[in-house]
């Protein structure tokens, strides 16, 4: 058995995973997923960019309980469906990143401006092994509220 992402080149592997996105050569702005061509900056003529990893964690910028199958390109992890939470997370870089909220967390795990963490879990398992996604995992802040 192995274990792959499911989707190949979107994030890494190991104890503290990251997305990967590209930056634009000329204007320095970031796209996750990662685009090549031409830059989708209006403003920018850039055609080259390099590769570079997010930040792992961010703000929530909104959220949502999946109560309905998603179409594809959408794989079910469990059949029948098992509802899920989504978060919007905005990260530092300024862009906002969609994806499930991790396993054992729910909508009301959740509030708009608070922080999440990237992780990277299972998505389901096949006969050739098992398929990894990334996941927000929302971060307790100990102490209570902070203004920043
Ligand atoms: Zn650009």
Do not use: H
């Amino acid at each position: 058995m192995s274990v792959t992402p499911a989707i190949e080149g979107w994030f890494t592997a190991g104890p503290d995973p990251v997305l990967v996105g590209s930056q634009c050569s000329t204007c320095a702005t970031v796209f996750f997923p990662s685009v090549e061509g031409f830059c989708r900056n209006p403003a920018c003529a850039g055609e080259s960019f390099e590769m570079v990893e997010l930040s792992r964690r961010g703000r929530i910028w909104s959220y949502t309980d999946a109560q309905y199958q998603p179409p594809p390109p959408y794989i079910p992890a469990a059949d029948p469906y098992e509802p899920f939470a989504l978060a919007a997370v905005e990260l530092p870089e300024g862009l906002v990143v969609l994806g499930q909220v991790a396993a054992g967390y729910g909508v009301a795990d959740l509030e708009v401006g608070g922080e999440a963490e990237l992780v990277v879990e299972t998505l389901y398992s096949d006969e050739s092994g098992e398929r990894t996604i990334w996941r927000w995992k929302p971060v307790t802040e100990l102490g209570g509220e902070t203004d920043q």
